[in-house]
């Protein structure tokens, strides 16, 4: 099955919203990229940089009761999935007001209040904790959806396979999207990684697509027939979403590695692919908007990732006599 | 002697041991360029069919290197961050501890599965368990926990030579962790304890990357008149029972100072040995000195509350003997 790559119509203030939402991660990562390179944030930061369609095109047409979870490229996910842009940097700072006390960082950003299970820290979790909580939703029978983001590189946990097999034939409302990014950490794909990630749903009988991860439009279709297909009661569908990591598996990784995995030539071309200029120049063109809506729109998220570094910079620490205290059972 | 880092004495180690024994192969995700550094350099010495990278596949790898090790290899498993041998657990846990046991002794499994643990990098809960307890309790594997680069190249020799299975965690990546080895080829007994200070007031059983706090703990109450017998276990599993004992049995006092959560810690095993074997020689309770039962937090303070430090270890010692900082020894 491939998309049918034919242009759904959005209307000018949808089109502008994926452009904000999009920019807002990509703003927020850098930020975020630019922090941790300088020693100021205690853990280790991986970035979404690149895949930001991916995130964007699927989340925006979940429901607050729609689950999602994902990987340790967590941040883009729980933005697009209308996590607060400020309780994300408060965590990955380290905060008391973070979105998770300071207990999780970067690797855990969570709210289940708008049905984001989480980041984590573990490739290929994300993939059995959705098709439980899409299991939920079946008994519930309220039409949500769960959506599992992972990489490439956790397409090889077997865990994929058991939760195709499962979902499949409980017909459960599941996405598994996997966002192939071209790299398993410092392990280019063809090194780790044999035939498609998209052809393992085959054998099981799931529905299945490859697309452009980074064309917002096509990833949004996808979407919408794989959420049709699973709240219609008709099953999980794997999506293997090609895009490209443009920062390092995690940042400062330059500062440790004995050597190179991918030449500056590769990124340098595969940043042409670039999502969000990509869709600027498509609403340009279209006349959908103009650069100085575009301009706005990138001056009102550098405002509000700035206003999210003041509120995690004036945050206290979290007290450690408070720790776990109520969150830790046994 | 030359000072060096734990990660270099390791990759040392597994290059001279690879370039002695033709039947040691290594694997495991990106131990090609190698995150850690540990196993750097490998693969062009010894060749890319002896030194594989992974794809992120935990379940098969450690079932793998139970298969590899019953037809004839000696393989070194690595499994990066100990909380992923979790995710490859039931090779672990359910073959290769047991294999052996049940088969009556058919095959034994040269298997080493190495993997950095512990806390104090913010690396926030998945990534920061100290879970050697939850190893020792297995039975069928042994657990070895290097202090210092001189214990990781004699541990990890020791390891590789070993006919069974060992669970070879390294404290390595949080600072400080470099340290003389000597030269040639070192080797340490596995289940034979190091002495690391000595005294008579009071044993201290520091385990792992605790070694490093107890023992400046441990120069900090002799300048005090207090005299802290230290031991390294080294291994938990076998574990120098007598080593511990004879010194409990000198001091009458026992500290065990250990990076588990409390609850069913080594410690604890320390500590019920000793209530055990030589309760008669005992003037005090025995103390642990562990992480409250908790998980690792991400932010910073939080973590280092948790983390036994020369300061907690000390103020356990001063209070065991009634001797607060800071009153005339
Ligand atoms: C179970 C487990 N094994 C290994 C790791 C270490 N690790 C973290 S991210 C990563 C690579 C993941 O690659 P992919 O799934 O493609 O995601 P990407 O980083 O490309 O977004 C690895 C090996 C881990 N966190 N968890
Ligand atoms: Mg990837």
């Known amino acids: 099955m491939t998309s049918s790559g034919a242009d759904t ?9 994926f452009y904000r939402d999009m920019l807002r991660i990509r703003r927020v990562e850098e930020q975020l990229g630019k922090d941790s390179l300088a020693g100021n944030l205690p853990g280790a930061v991986h970035l979404y940089i690149g895949q930001e369609a991916v995130g964007v095109g699927i989340c925006s047409q979940l429901r607050d009761d729609d689950w999602i979870a994902s990987n340790h490229r967590g941040h883009g996910h729980f933005l697009a999935k209308g996590g607060d842009t400020k309780l994300l940097v408060a965590e990955v700072y380290g905060r008391k007001t973070g979105i998770c006390r300071g207990h999780g960082g970067s690797m855990h950003v969570a709210d289940f209040s708008k049905g984001i299970i989480g980041a984590n820290g573990i490739v290929g979790a994300g993939i059995s904790i959705t098709t439980g909580a899409a299991w939920a939703a079946q008994l519930d029978g309220n039409g949500a959806v769960g959506v599992a983001f992972f990489g490439d590189g956790a397409a090889n946990q077997g865990v994929l396979c058991e939760a195709l097999n499962v979902s499949t ?21 063809s090194t780790v990684t044999s035939g498609s990630i998209a052809d393992r749903a085959k054998p099981y009988g799931a529905a299945h697509e490859t697309i452009d991860g980074n064309d917002l439009i096509e990833v949004w279709q ?16 794997l999506i293997e979403a090609r895009t490209y990591r443009h920062s390092g598996h995690v940042v400062g990784e330059h500062t440790f590695l004995s050597g190179t995995y991918r030449s500056e030539e590769e990124v340098e071309q595969k940043k042409a692919g670039d999502p969000i200029p990509a869709f600027a120049k498509r609403i340009l063109e279209a006349g959908q908007a103009s650069q100085a809506d575009l301009d706005r729109i990138d001056a009102e998220i550098t405002a509000e990732v700035a206003e999210a570094v003041a509120f995690a910079e004036e945050s206290p620490y979290p007290d450690p006599a408070d720790q776990g205290a109520g969150y830790m059972f046994a | 002697m030359a000072k060096k880092r734990m990660i270099q004495a390791i990759n040392e180690t597994l290059d001279s041991e690879m370039a002695k024994d033709p039947k040691i192969v290594l694997f495991g995700e990106d131990v090609e360029i190698s995150l850690f550094g540990d196993t750097v350099g490998l693969k062009d010495k010894h060749g890319a069919h002896r030194v594989r990278n992974m794809p992120i596949s935990e379940t098969v790898m450690s079932g793998m290197a139970v298969g590899a090790a019953a037809a004839g290899y000696k393989v070194v498993c690595h ?17 290769a501890s047991k294999l052996r046991y049940m088969t009556a002794g058919q095959i034994s499994l040269p298997i080493v599965y190495m993997s950095v643990f512990g806390g104090g990098r913010s690396a926030a809960a998945q990534h920061s368990d100290a879970m050697h307890p939850m190893f020792m309790n297995l039975g069928g594997i042994k657990v070895a926990l290097p202090a210092t680069p001189a214990d990781a ?52 059983v520091a385990i792992g990357a605790m070694v490093r706090p107890a023992l400046r703990a441990a120069k900090r109450l002799a300048e005090d008149g207090i005299g802290v017998d230290l031991i390294d276990p080294r291994t938990m599993v076998p574990l120098d029972t007598e080593a511990i004992l004879s010194s409990v049995r000198r001091t009458g006092r026992l500290v065990v100072v250990d990076e588990a959560r409390d609850l069913c810690s080594a410690a604890s095993h320390v500590a019920a040995v000793c209530a055990d074997q030589c309760f008669e020689a005992l003037k005090a309770p025995i103390k642990r000195v562990t992480v409250p039962d908790l998980a690792m937090p991400y932010s910073p303070p939080l973590e280092k509350a948790l ?14 003997l009634g001797k607060p900082a800071g009153v005339e020894a």
């Open chain 2, 307 to 320: 983390l036994p430090n020369e300061g907690s270890i000390s103020a356990t010692v001063r209070d065991l």
């Open chain 2, 79 to 95: 499994m990066m961050f100990g909380n992923f041998m979790y995710t490859g657990f039931d090779s672990i846990a359910n073959q």
């Open chain 1, 169 to 189: 034939l409980w017909k459960l409302p599941v996405i598994f999207v996997c966002e192939n990014n071209g790299f398993s950490e410092f392990s280019p794909y």
């Open chain 1, 9 to 17: 119509n959005f209307s000018n203030e949808q089109m502008l919203g």
């Open chain 1, 222 to 237: 996808c979407a919408a027939r794989a959420i049709r297909r699973a709240r219609d009661g008709k099953g999980p569908t």
């Open chain 2, 153 to 204: 190249a004699g541990l990890l020799r020791a390891s590789i030579h070993d006919p069974n299975p060992v669970v070879f965690l390294q404290a390595a990546g949080r600072g400080g962790e470099s340290g003389e080895v000597p030269d040639g080829e070192v080797i340490f007994e596995l289940g034979k304890a190091a002495t690391v200070h000595d005294g008579d007031d009071v044993t201290m």
